[in-house]
């Protein structure tokens, strides 16, 4: 799906028609404090005993009851508490000493007419190339909501929350919120995005309370697909946002490389007109390192691994299925690296879905024996042949190794019907044993 997803928002962004909403995760690179951060500092301005009410509340994620707490126990009042705000991002904000650090470059440079943003900073105006008009705070201007949606003008900014130039602006209570979102203005935003545009939102958690509330308040009107950019989601956390908020979820993994560059390579894949030929390669693409014992080991609670264990298939085939999943995953990675189309990837992968059903077929359904019918995946994924494919990978053929680990990369996914027998295992039972 991920690759489906890519080639529509590819198409969306083309027209003129995609809209990054971008959340507080953004502006992490440029040390503006977290809600956590924000209301923590506030609480240590009040009385001790009343600081573990507002830590319960931040350790739930309730950032309104928190700063509810604020104002019924610490003396605060709204105003005072925007003051403070205001005053601790301007204090703490730093200049990104590098633009790969972040993606506001990224975002700036690309033509998107309209941006979304629930943040109070105002960093990414920095980056924006072209004709722009300075950013401006949805609540407090007089633009038509289809001016808004269908104008092409020059690059606009909206802050739904809020902006440190203008203090009693930013959104930070239950009470602010209902006031904003109840505007008419807002209302028919969001009417005519869902109608004629697709959010791509940015920088937001799963649990995002903000987020979760808005897409609440406005479901009726959210009926077209729009997409949420997340690291390592959970199968759950997947099938969540996309019933109960029509979010399609955008993975990446952040783990080796960081959430800019992962997130830049994602929108390069989104505003890319065309695939780049792949690049020249680089000298450690050129050898092969076996996993290290660790990695063996973690892999031990992957999906792939414990299908693998359902039947009676030896551990020497395990331990080397480990392996060819290790490279087959590296193999995916670098040819993302490379730059290579989405739709690419998919190819190959759906041609691995096709052979593994046509060997079940032949092998497992005529003898049903899974420890046969892995091996004689093994070989034949030893040689796949892909085809007119092969000419556009040509600069990156997968070695045999690889090809084979294809097939463990597909088992480790459950939208996936791979399975070495007749023995299954339900979500609920699989995560209850990790």
């Given amino acids: 799906m991920t690759s489906q997803n890519i080639a529509h928002l590819r198409k969306m962004y083309s027209i003129g028609r995609l809209v990054p909403f971008i959340g507080a995760g953004l502006s992490v690179p440029f040390k503006i404090p977290s809600w956590v951060d924000l209301i923590t500092e506030l609480a240590s301005n009040m009385p001790s005993q009343f600081r573990p009410v507002v830590?319960?509340?931040?350790?739930?994620?309730?950032y309104w009851d928190a700063v509810e707490c604020l104002i019924k126990y610490g003396g605060y009042d709204e105003r005072q508490i925007q003051e403070e705000i205001v005053r601790l991002i301007q204090e703490k904000q730093v200049r990104c000493p590098s633009d790969d650090e972040h993606n506001y470059s990224d975002i700036g440079k690309l033509d998107f007419q309209r941006i979304l943003t629930t943040n109070y900073d105002q960093w990414l105006f920095e980056y924006l190339q072209g004709d722009r008009l300075y950013p401006q705070i949805l609540s407090q201007s007089s633009v038509s909501s289809h001016e808004l949606v269908l104008d092409p003008?020059?690059?606009r900014i909206w802050h739904l929350h809020g902006n440190i130039s203008d203090t009693g602006s930013l959104v930070l209570t239950r009470t602010k919120y209902k006031?904003?979102?109840s505007q008419e203005k807002y209302k028919r935003l969001f009417s005519l995005l869902s109608g004629s545009c697709v959010l791509l939102f940015m920088g937001f958690s799963f649990d995002d309370e903000y987020i979760r509330q808005l897409i609440q308040d406005y479901n009726d009107t959210f009926q077209a697909r729009?997409?949420?950019?997340?690291?390592?989601?959970?199968?759950e956390i997947t099938r969540e946002l996309k019933e109960k908020y029509r979010l399609e979820v955008i993975p990446y993994d952040s783990t080796n490389s960081g959430?800019?560059?992962?997130?830049?390579r994602i929108l390069y894949e989104i505003t890319a007109t065309e695939s780049l030929p792949p690049s020249s390669m680089d000298d450690d693409e050129l050898f092969v390192e076996p996993p290290d014992p660790e990695t063996k080991k973690d892999l031990n609670s992957n999906l792939f691994c414990k299908k693998i264990k359902l039947e009676r298939i030896d551990n020497e085939t395990y331990e080397l299925s480990k392996d060819f999943f290790f490279f087959a995953d590296k193999y995916i990675r670098k040819l993302r690296k490379k730059r290579f189309d989405?739709?690419?990837?998919g190819t190959i992968l759906t041609v691995c879905a096709m052979k593994y059903a046509d060997i079940k077929r032949s092998s497992y359904n005529v003898h049903f024996d899974s420890q046969l019918f892995i091996d004689e995946v093994h070989k034949q994924f030893g040689c796949l042949d892909y085809g007119r494919l092969t000419k556009v990978i040509q600069e990156c053929l997968p070695y045999d190794f690889e090809n084979k680990g294809l097939i463990h990369v597909l088992a480790d996914d459950w939208e996936k019907d791979i399975w070495w027998g007749e023995n299954r295992i339900s979500k609920d039972e699989y995560y209850a044993e990790q």
């Avoid at 729009?226 to 199968?235: A, G, N, V």
């Avoid at 959430?259 to 830049?264: F, P, S, V």
């Avoid at 989405?342 to 990837?345: A, D, N, Q």
């Fill in 259 to 264: 959430h800019a560059k992962e997130i830049r």
């Fill in 179 to 181: 006031q904003v979102y």
């Fill in 226 to 235: 729009h997409f949420i950019l997340l690291d390592r989601p959970s199968t």
């Fill in 153 to 155: 003008s020059p690059k």
């Fill in 55 to 62: 830590q319960f509340e931040l350790d739930h994620k309730n």
């Fill in 342 to 345: 989405e739709r690419v990837i």
